[in-house]
Structures are given as C-alpha cells and as structure tokens.
C-alpha cells in the first residue's frame, strides 16, 4: 500500500462546529441528525438481535456432548469482542465507556451463569479471560478510531454509515463474500492438508474469515461516507513509516504470547492443555486484531501530529 493511499482524511476542527461541503456550501443539520437517529436505532436492534441469540448458544445445554475443542478460546474472542463493539455503538452519544463496562461484566455473568446444574456446562476462567480479551481489543480499536475526528464531525460520519439500510446491506454482503472467499480459501487448506471436510474444521475460517469482513466493511464505509457528506477534509501526511504499524502491531502479539506463558505458566498443567491450545490457536486472530489497532493508532498520531505542525506554523489557528 502506498503512503498515498495509506494516508487517511480526517475533518478538519473547523468542520466541528459547521459541516461544510466540499464547495463550502453547509450540510444539512437536519439530515444529518436523522442518519444519527436512524442509525442509533439500527445499532440497538442489531445489539438486541446479536444478543439474544449468543446467549442462547452459550447456555445451550451439552448433555455431556464435550466442549468445543481448541477454537472455543476463538470464538469466545471474536463473540465477546463483536458484542462490545455492537454495545458501544448503540449506547447514546458519549456513553460508550459504560457499554464497554456492561460488555466487560457481561462476559462474567455469561460465564458464571453457565454453572447451573440443568445446563451441564461449568465456568471456565480461559474462557472469560479470552471474551475479556476480545472486549478490549474492541474497545480499543473504538477509543482510537473516535479520537480522528471532532465529535460533531464523527457523528455525522457515522449517521451516513449506518444511517439508512442500504448502508447494512452492504456491510453484509462484504462480510459474506468475505466468509466465501477467505473462509473458503483457509478451509481448503486445511482440507488439503489433511483435516476432515466437516463443520468443526470449518468454525475457525469461518470466524476469522467474518473478522476479516468486519473490519473491511467498516472501512469501505466510512470512506464511503466521507464522500458522501462532503465534509471539508484536509490530507495529512504520515509522520512515520508504515513500517511503525508492523512493529507496534508486534509488541502487542509479543505481550500476548507473554501473556499466555505467565496465565498457564510452564510446564503447562496437563488440565490446563486443551485451554492452553485454544490460546495458541487465537493467536492468528489476536495477530489480525492487533495489526488493525496498530494501523488505528499510527493514523491516528499521523493526523494529531500534522495538526500540531500547522498549528505550530500558523498560531491564529
């Protein structure tokens, strides 16, 4: 990717306090607090809608069928993640923290609750440290992306990505063709490399391959609605190399398998091996996670620090 395309638009401070279209002509406030609208109560119902059913899922009784296998610590990953960044987008204007927080204590009581004895399932710590992990990453990445653009701005960006049902439509559409061709792709793989042809070898491309979805939809969208509101942008140059985003992105996936090591400690417990693999097996999906939180957090210095140097050159600003 070239530094061109890398380099991201970002509103402008001005544009906070009064949307301006390209030609300088104002955006309409009205539309723009209806997309809001519009969209806050997309992303409940899609909160509610999400809930429902993956509470089910993680209550469903086994009937001493046996647990998931080493992908559990996966899926609890990308579900608990997926549901706080659900939970933080439908929570009102300037309320995302404590959604992130009821997302946190949500992964606990979903663990916890599994202990009853007609469910015959019991509470596994793994499990609820790999949803807590997911829930960060989440609220991360959500904390990073909110700081590129003043809140004025932000929001009207967000009313035009999510403000009408075309705009989902699209979104589910690239996270299907997602699962199609990389989920497809990664499990032909493992086919050809011997595993069996059967759901279970399927749950783990499947999941990465709709992770992978997510963050490109979210993308094409807000690219999408910048050119669509029309908001005054500037350009700003990236302060550092790209290859800052790999390093950072490193550091991360290193703290990780740090993390892992001191969590089962070493030797791993025989008790303790199927959980152990589970975290070795989230690693693919920790690694993607990390290099989108570390691309976040670089455009995000990259704008802080070329507005700092305007500033710096022009002080009435």
Same mark, same amino acid.
């Given at each position: 990717?070239?530094?061109?395309?890398?380099?991201?638009?970002v509103v402008s401070p001005r544009t906070a306090a009064a949307p301006q279209a390209a030609g300088g002509a104002p955006?309409?406030? =009205? #539309?723009?607090? =209806? #997309?809001?609208?519009?969209?806050?109560?997309?992303?409940?119902?899609?909160?509610?809608?999400?809930?429902?059913? *993956?509470?089910?899922?993680?209550?469903?009784?086994? &009937?001493?069928?046996?647990?998931?296998? !080493?992908?559990? @610590?996966?899926?609890?990953?990308?579900?608990?993640?997926?549901?706080?960044?659900?939970?933080?987008?439908?929570?009102?204007?300037?309320?995302?923290? &404590?959604?992130?927080?009821?997302?946190?204590?949500?992964?606990?009581?979903? %663990? *916890?609750?599994?202990?009853?004895?007609? +469910?015959?399932?019991?509470?596994?710590?793994?499990?609820?440290?790999?949803?807590? *992990?997911?829930?960060?990453?989440?609220?991360? *990445?959500?904390?990073?992306?909110?700081?590129?653009?003043?809140?004025?701005?932000? !929001?009207?960006?967000?009313?035009?990505?999510?403000?009408?049902?075309?705009?989902? +439509?699209?979104?589910?559409?690239?996270?299907?063709?997602?699962?199609?061709?990389?989920?497809?792709?990664?499990?032909?793989? $493992?086919?050809?490399?011997?595993?069996?042809?059967?759901?279970?070898?399927?749950?783990?491309?499947?999941?990465?391959?709709?992770?992978?979805?997510?963050?490109?939809?979210t993308a094409l969208g807000e690219l999408r609605a910048v050119r669509q509101t029309g908001l005054a942008t500037k @350009?700003r140059a990236w302060p550092i190399a790209l290859g800052a985003v790999p390093m950072l992105a490193g550091v991360l996936?290193? =703290?990780?398998?740090? &993390?892992? /090591?001191?969590? &089962?400690? %070493?030797?791993?417990?025989?008790?303790? /091996?199927?959980?152990?693999?589970?975290?070795?097996?989230? $690693?693919?999906?920790?690694?993607?996670?990390?290099?989108?939180?570390?691309?976040?957090?670089?455009?995000?210095?990259?704008?802080?620090?070329?507005?700092?140097?305007? %500033?710096?050159?022009?002080?009435?600003?």
């Open positions: 990717m070239s530094a061109d395309r890398a380099t991201q638009d955006i309409a406030t =009205s #539309n723009s607090t =209806s #997309n809001l609208v519009t969209a806050s109560r997309a992303w409940r119902i899609a909160l509610v809608a999400y809930l429902v059913p *993956i509470t089910v899922l993680t209550h469903w009784p086994r &009937f001493g069928i046996g647990g998931a296998g !080493a992908v559990d @610590k996966f899926v609890h990953f990308v579900a608990f993640g997926a549901l706080a960044w659900l939970a933080m987008h439908a929570a009102p204007r300037g309320r995302a923290l &404590f959604a992130w927080l009821a997302a946190a204590a949500w992964v606990y009581l979903d %663990e *916890i609750t599994q202990a009853l004895e007609i +469910l015959g399932r019991t509470v596994s710590l793994a499990d609820m440290v790999a949803g807590w *992990i997911g829930v960060a990453m989440a609220g991360a *990445i959500y904390w990073t992306r909110s700081l590129r653009a003043p809140r004025e701005s932000r !929001a009207i960006l967000d009313g035009a990505m999510y403000g009408d049902g075309a705009s989902w +439509l699209r979104a589910a559409l690239t996270v299907l063709a997602s699962v199609v061709v990389v989920g497809g792709a990664m499990f032909a793989a $493992r086919v050809q490399a011997g595993a069996a042809a059967a759901f279970p070898t399927a749950v783990y491309p499947i999941g990465f391959a709709t992770l992978v979805g997510l963050v490109l939809a @350009k996936f290193v =703290s990780y398998l740090v &993390f892992v /090591r001191v969590f &089962f400690g %070493e030797p791993v417990p025989e008790d303790s /091996r199927t959980d152990h693999e589970g975290f070795l097996v989230l $690693r693919e999906g920790f690694l993607f996670v990390a290099f989108v939180l570390a691309f976040e957090i670089v455009r995000h210095w990259a704008i802080w620090c070329g507005r700092d140097a305007r %500033e710096t050159r022009d002080p009435s600003r």
